[in-house]
């Protein structure tokens, strides 16, 4: 292997590998909070990519039938609660919060001109698709089992996840995606060509993971999610809801998703089922970490995309089973140096 | 008395764990400006009935709050909104983070409601207890058991509570910092909040309470002013002779 090919190599390691520490901490983030592994972080992100393909090729795509759905079921059962507790004034304030933002975007994308909008405007209609998906994943399907057990919201994740699949297959075809590149642009480092579009990828994701730090170590807000992470009964006591909680982390986990699609989209070609081996490849980063430590979780995942790339020169066929095989040691480890602590009830 | 305009009212409030009734028909009232302490045996359904009043138990029964019936739907989240704040046994507190972020999120609802004067209500609490303010970066895991009780307290506090529920603020602690405990909740009933404070303690809470009930096996047993409450002959003998908690034949044979 010549230097060229070391450096190509490290490069698309790194690059893969930024995307994989940003699902990682979504899945360590939600895991921390509302105890769900969130089987369906890759669908968000392969959701993302595709919203964004189809709106390029100027088509409306079918992710905003599933928002306008999933926004009408959590808007209904709101309505079935207030009617229960005779609030019947509380209704047109859960239609207003509900259906506005899906209606408006319904709107938009059924008047304009999808084919000659600017390419940030179409980045921006994407996140505002994928992202409220998020919080209504959680009110429809985690929420009503919030204090059930954690193997039970693994099968409700598991389900979750198979029945995307099922839609974006639906919604999208079984076509391959690929967005536009950001750049084309290559610059020599020394005897190393470094690509544009792999910087400005590593560059958005830390610039990502350097928000979410601020965000958890400086705002109320993102004490209080940590806050729920550590102690839910000491969170609910200073009246941080637990449904609160629950939905900032998945509004998070969503963003995080749709940002890491559109930064994969021009990279790798997507399908409406690329997702799940996304989520294999953050999860195995997250257990890194021991699915608790961020900066692990992302040390974890930089290791997971190097491994892959240099595997998918010496042995692309077993790439994904180096990947995985990685689980095993880790565990080991883990099991070795950590002591079991019985879920509480 | 002010329990004519109670600021808490209870009316015949019943727990259940599965058939098991914890809380049996339990009516007590709260004035404004009181301090009112449930005295009992373990297992007598205290922790329990706070449980209940705060909105983490399903109950049966009617609770006024500042003259509102408090619904079922209430959450935790919405009574800890309205200035009812509990300060649980089990302390609670977020192990890992830092004594000033553990404060700083007491005031976690009234941010919510828009309030931005919590370095005012920070300072307040760092009055009331200058050890949390010495001890503010480190993380609340790391201090001791009476620390960490002060830093329940405080977490209340910063909420900016009507009324604040105590539930065994003196278990575990030394003597010494049992004093201090009971010397802050007299004081904080000097700046207008209302205490319910469940006590094995029974002395000490009598001491510094306005009214007293006694709860046993899940219902009240005995009521009245604290001052008659440590007069009365069955209190000596079953929760004031000794110093350690109520032997359980006793408190059987009391309640039945």
Known sequence: MDFAILTFLAQDGLTTGAIYALIALAIVLVFAVTRVILVCQGDFVAFSALTLATLQAGEVPGTLWLLLGGAALVCAKDIVTAVRRRHAARIPLHLLTHLSLPLLLWALLGNLDLANLHGALKVLLTLAIVIPLGPIFYRLVYQ???QASVLLLLILSVALHSMLVGLG???FGAEGFRTLPFTDSSFMLGDAMIGGQNLLVIGIALLLIVALYLF??????????RATAFN????????IPTEL???????LAALIGACSGILIGPITTLYYDSGFLISLKGFVAAIIGGLASYPLAAGGAFLVGLIESFASFWASAYKEVIVFTLVIPVLLWLSLTTHHVEEEH | MSA??????VER????????????QVSLAIGEGQIVSVIGPNGAGKTTLLGALMGLLPAEGEVAYLGKTLQRHHGVAQRVGQGLNLVPESRELFSPMSVEDNLLLGAFSRHRQGHRDHGLTLAEVFDLFPRLKERRRQAAGTMSGGERQMLAMGRALMAKPKLLML???SLGLAPRVIGEIFRIITELRATGVSILLVEQNARAALKCSDYGYVLENGEVALQGPAAELADDPKVIETYLGRKSAAPAPAAAALAG
């Open chain 1, 144 to 146: 009503p089992a919030a």
């Open chain 1, 169 to 171: 297959l639906w919604l």
């Open chain 1, 216 to 225: 958890f170590g400086h705002s109320l807000y993102g004490k209080a999610l």
């Open chain 1, 232 to 239: 839910r009964n000491g969170a609910q006591l200073v009246g």
């Open chain 1, 245 to 251: 909680a629950g939905s900032s982390a998945f509004f």
């Open chain 2, 4 to 9: 004519n305009n109670p600021l808490l009212n």
């Open chain 2, 13 to 24: 409030l019943s727990v259940c764990y599965g058939k098991v009734e914890a809380v049996r």
């Open chain 2, 167 to 169: 539930d065994e603020p």
